[in-house]
């Protein structure tokens, strides 16, 4: 009897390991597409931003085209600027989006946290805004590591007088 009783609690330890590896598992995917969601806010922000500064410095321009009254450049600058807005309210919309995702992702993560808490208190489980620290470092160092590899300013220019003459008449210049 006490066999079968051991082996009922080995099996139930099993079940509870592998259902705190599941939550793991669900949890790395609930913050990977969350740090997804966040990184698409972020780019919103950044492009939010870049429209704000671009429709303010085309109004200026539009202002001194309208005073010396060049229609053609007002035109212009006035399709500019609507496609400047039609920009901003598609960034607006994907900013949205973004966020209330995060949303519904952030509760189903604290979730997660609750259930592995209740089954591995012991378990230590890093934050999102770390795990979003990390990616952003990562992805930073990458462009890094990018752009020292397509640095081209360290490649010296090929000019005619740069080239050796080859000898037609040895064999090796025959080769070449």
């Not at 390991?17 to 969601?37: F, N």
């Not at 939010?48 to 321009?61: F, G, N, P, R």
């Not at 009254?69 to 309210?89: P, S």
């Not at 990562?138 to 081209?152: C, I, P, R, S, T």
């Amino acid at each position: 009897m006490s066999d079968a009783l051991k082996r009922k609690q080995l099996w139930m330890k099993k079940l509870e390991d592998l259902k705190v590896e599941g939550l793991l598992a669900l949890r790395d995917v609930v913050l990977a597409t969350s740090i997804e969601h966040m990184a698409g806010v972020d780019d919103c922000k950044m492009n939010l931003d870049q429209i704000k500064t671009s429709v303010q410095e085309k109004e200026a321009e539009k202002k001194k085209a309208v005073q010396t009254g060049f229609a053609r450049k007002v035109n212009d600058l006035t399709r500019d600027l609507d496609n400047c807005h039609q920009d901003r309210l598609m960034y607006e919309m994907k900013r949205d989006m973004h966020s209330s995702e995060l949303e519904t992702l952030t509760t189903k993560l604290k979730s997660i946290d609750s259930d592995v808490a209740t089954l591995r208190p012991q378990l230590e489980l890093d934050s999102l805004k770390e795990r979003y620290t990390r990616f952003k470092q990562a992805k930073d160092q990458a462009f890094e590591k990018l752009n020292g590899v397509l640095d081209y300013s360290s490649v010296s220019a090929c000019r005619k007088d740069d080239v050796t003459p080859v000898n037609a008449d040895t064999p090796e210049g025959m080769l070449k």
